[in-house]
């Protein structure tokens, strides 16, 4: 299956499970692996056969922006879902890093792989 990539989007947001977090903006960034078949597009080189990055990239960062979120993993979940859902994507790998949550590491993260077959039961 062919993918489309997207690689550290940077998302500024409330993030964080302590009381000092949720009183700033932090980093986390998400790598996001797509399947989706690109045949079309390449064949007619028509944007409209095309998964746009940049639409998913602008939806994931309102989407996890709107409101304080505790845990990454549950940005990984919406992420997922969000991409399945809303742009029909058949299954999606996520990968969330927060820098700086671990003094001695340089980001700490989740990866989650989500499918329409799983989702079914199937």
């Keep these: 299956m062919d993918k489309v990539l997207i690689r550290a989007l940077r998302i500024d947001t ?3 499970v302590y009381d000092w977090e949720k ?7 998400l790598d996001l692996d797509m ?7 390449a064949a007619s080189d028509d944007y409209r056969h095309a998964l746009c990055y940049e639409t998913v990239s602008n939806r ?3 989407l996890i922006t709107e409101k304080p ?5 549950t940005v990984a979940e919406m992420a997922a879902n969000c991409v399945m859902q809303e742009f029909g994507v058949s299954a999606v790998k996520v990968r969330v890093m ?4 671990v003094k001695t ?9 989500r499918s329409a077959k799983s989702a079914s039961g199937v």
């Excluded at 399947?35 to 597009?41: F, I």
């Excluded at 927060?98 to 949550?101: D, N, T, V, Y």
């Excluded at 590491?105 to 792989?113: K, R, T, W």
């Design 105 to 113: 590491a340089e980001a700490v993260g989740v990866e989650i792989e």
């Design 23 to 29: 009183t700033i903006t932090q980093s986390l960034f």
């Design 14 to 16: 409330v993030i964080g």
């Design 69 to 73: 979120i505790e845990l990454i993993e």
């Design 60 to 62: 994931l960062t309102a």
């Design 98 to 101: 927060k820098p700086g949550a």
């Design 35 to 41: 399947a989706w078949d690109n045949r079309a597009a």
